[in-house]
């Protein structure tokens, strides 16, 4: 496993970096993350990819993380000494799209893939049925890791890379023969009592209580925020201010409201089950940054024997990031052994399982996967 890093961003130091990792005997692929900042275009990127030899894949995200620092602009391409093998599964926006279909279409079953990692767009509008179906599809007989791929501004463009190209509005699956073990954890609680969504969209909460989401969300956030929510500051207090869905024996899973409509839906990254109960949800910086090294413990705990190439894969949702501020650094040193590489982006959406729960897409998550001898 080698791990090459730029801070520049710039697509000729990225071909570069493909050709160093594309001659070396010992990279059998290649994961490239990007951050939006580097401002790629098609025409620039897609020639690089297909010049490679090697199966390339990744994504664009707000931000990339190579051991205890970030960046919003630059790229880290890790070459992995395993063949992964990457798959395209387009139209993750499509109304009548029918994924188990496409999934069992594309992908073989396989007794040895021990790993998928999933990179969606993190923009479409039907990546929790998406997830549903690739849960159908291989259950829970291997574990996953990954996260939504795009840009701060919220216009979909391409943000997947893959072998052909970059690519928008699908989901990138990679088998991997490699053990892993996987952590989440967030650290919010509950400062509100629950809340039935009594109606909701593809991304969206309607109602809560049968009334307006946002007029239900405004009378828990503005006393806290001590002004009223305004289409200026809205993104800004909902920063603070997710929504926790209940779950059966498990911890809440986040939604991130980064939006709201004049009729008083409030847009989420994700969706919501109808019928589910949702919390309004506070945190400290102290409690995001101790989550995050819970679920790196989890990641090690999970996975016994490291071998000598273990990687750590760490998605860490964006909005922590703007929550945080300067204390995301914070975050990314506490999470950081020292000793084992580690990798991975401020994400837009965290998928993840912990090889025992239901796959998801979280907010406002840590998500680490340590993987073992890559």
Known sequence: MHILVDESGSPETLGRMLAEMDSRDDVGSMLVLAADGNGWTV??????????????FGGIFPAVIHDDRYMKTGTVVTG???????HLIPGLSAENADYESQLEKHIEESDSLRTMMVLVDGLSTRVGQFLEALYAVFGLEINYVGGGCGSLTFRKKP??????????DSALLVELETESGVGVAHGWRPVSTPYKATEVGPNSIRTLDWKPALEVYRAVVEPSAEEAL???????????????????DAEMVVRDPYQHTEEGELLIVGNVPCGAYLYVLSA??????KAAVRARDMAANALRRKGESALYLFMDCISREMLLKEKFNQEIEAVFTGK??????????????????FLEIY???????LLEDV
């Open 159 to 168: 943000c997947l890379i893959t072998p052909d190209g970059m690519v928008g």
């Open 230 to 248: 305004t289409n200026e500051n809205f993104f800004q207090h909902a920063a603070n201010h997710p929504l926790g869905v209940a779950k059966m």
């Open 284 to 289: 400290t910086p102290e409690d995001l940054i």
């Open 43 to 56: 025409e620039a990127i897609d020639p690089l990819l297909s010049q490679t030899g090697k199966p390339v």
């Open 363 to 369: 907010n406002k998550t840590a998500v680490l996967a």
């Open 340 to 357: 084992t590489p580690l990798v991975g982006a401020c994400s837009m959406g965290e998928i993840a399982n912990t090889g025992k729960e």
């Open 80 to 86: 992995l000494k395993t063949e992964a093998t990457p």
